[in-house]
């Protein structure tokens, strides 16, 4: 610990300057500056002991041993390790060709590429795959740069954070290139979800505070804009006509809940969410979105399954498609419902009237559902024109009020919102890629977004 003990030699001699009654200067960095002494003690520790591990031979006679390293918490370390070069005896007659085409054209075959190697060695360095690496960097490290570029604005912020908090230094370009790498395997991960452990046992300050309920499957989906560069605009519709300034990601959440509060209201199980942020069309977000569902329980018996979204035709699809049956609760938010009954009461009343009205109609609807709101507009508005524009938002009404029964949904515990989702679309996707002058390539914004909604549900680094 060579560097540790000239920064306490230096403290000693300083102290011995300034005589007994005083203070050394500079003490409130002497953390600091001990913190850095022994990175770059332990630094220099790891690569000896890596050199010394690296000797070893599991597959036989290397071809040589050759200087390699990797970024660690402690900054980069150089080691030299066993190396296993291709075996061309081991090749193929199209693999032995390629290869004399690529000497020929003075290239070099593809570093780390899947090819017979001596030994039978399945990697050119043994040592560095037993070591996990991620992009060059220890599973450690690698961590602590994800969890920096979706929690930092930017991702030269974010090379500054991994570097103020671990006190490794990176360029902001290798930063984010090792950043969208990993959520790309985010995107790949999404694909096949791993089987959700048993419900955790709750703590015993949540059952003091809330009563049983039937267990249940929540599903909740949305989309969300993420503005991107005129490049990956082409081709894209926008709303009314309009030039589109962004792309749509969905967004879902699966979780359970198994309490209730005082009102009645579902008590989520504490950890138990799995996000899922994905570019892909409606069509595949709902199979994702199923996969996601399976492996969290559903058709297992143990869970009534609910989904909740809002009013979109793309996610009643969904809801056709990836979850049919009739044991399945569809659930329209209700806060999108009531947007639209203040569109209408807009429309329809003048303006000294419409708030007191909204709350009679409001009212009806969370207790008595769509159907009975019809009825109560059109009994107290029947002498508007049949022409009126305002009859128009009660086309929103007329399609979905089959999934409006909120007295009965709150009778049975269940979600009348879609609350859960709209915070993952917070969360997950505007945090850190909706902030002022931002415009992104539309892949790598998802993928970012992707690597965001694996931490959401406590997930390790991709």
Not at 20 to 38: M, W
Not at 305 to 315: C, H, M, R, S, T
Request: charged share 25%; glycine share 10%.
């Amino acid at each position: 610990m060579a560097n540790v003990e000239a920064v306490l030699l230096d403290l000693r001699l300083a102290a011995a300057e300034c005589g007994p009654e005083t203070l050394p200067a500079g003490l409130g960095r002497l953390d600091e500056r001990l913190a850095r002494a022994a990175d770059t003690d332990m630094a220099g520790l790891l690569a000896d002991v890596l050199s010394a591990v690296g000797r070893a031979a599991p597959h036989g006679a290397p071809d040589g041993y050759r200087e390699t390293g990797a970024d660690t918490l402690f900054g980069h370390v150089s080691f030299a390790c066993a190396y296993y070069g291709p075996a061309p005896e081991r090749m193929t007659r199209q693999a032995l060709r390629a290869r004399k085409r690529a000497a020929a054209g003075g290239r070099r075959l593809a570093k780390g590429g899947d090819f017979p190697r001596s030994g039978g060695a399945a990697d050119a360095f043994p040592l560095k795959a037993a070591l996990e690496l991620r992009d060059g960097m220890t599973p450690a490290l690698a961590d602590r740069l994800q969890r920096a570029a979706v929690t930092a604005g930017s991702f030269a912020e974010g090379a500054g954070l991994l570097a103020l908090l671990s006190g490794v230094r990176l360029s902001e370009s290798t930063f984010r290139r090792r950043a969208l790498a990993a959520g790309s395997r985010a995107l790949e991960a999404q694909e096949n979800p791993a089987a959700w452990i048993p419900e955790p046992l709750l703590p015993a300050w949540l059952l003091a505070a809330t009563s049983p309920a039937t267990p249940t499957l929540y599903v909740t989906l949305d989309g969300t804009g993420v503005p991107c560069v005129k490049k990956d605009m082409r081709g894209v519709k926008g709303k009314d006509g309009k030039r589109p300034k962004t792309r749509e990601v969905k967004v879902g959440v699966v979780g359970t809940y198994r309490r209730l509060d005082k009102k009645g209201r579902p008590v989520r199980d504490p950890g138990c969410e799995s996000h899922l942020v994905s570019p892909k069309r409606a069509a595949e977000f709902g199979t994702l979105l199923r996969r996601l569902a399976l492996a969290r329980g559903l058709g297992s018996g143990r869970f009534r399954i609910q989904v909740v979204g809002d009013g979109a035709e793309w996610v009643a699809n969904i809801v056709r498609k990836a979850f049919p049956g009739t044991d399945v609760v569809f659930t329209c938010d209700f806060y999108h419902a009531c947007e639209h009954l203040r569109a209408f009461l807009d429309l329809a009343l003048p303006q000294k009237e419409v708030r007191k009205a909204f709350r009679a109609a409001r009212l009806v609807l969370r207790r008595h559902g769509g159907a009975s709101l019809l009825k109560h507009l059109r009994k107290r508005n029947d002498a508007l024109a049949p022409d009126h524009p305002a009859w128009q938002e009660l086309d929103y009404f007329e399609k979905r009020n089959g999934n409006m029964r909120y007295g009965e949904y709150r009778k049975q515990g269940l979600f009348i919102g879609s609350g859960v989702v709209e915070a993952a679309c917070r969360t997950d996707v505007a945090r850190r890629c909706k902030q002022s002058g931002m415009h992104w390539r539309f892949l790598n914004a998802a993928a970012l977004c992707a690597l965001a909604a694996r931490f959401r549900s406590r997930l390790p680094a991709a």
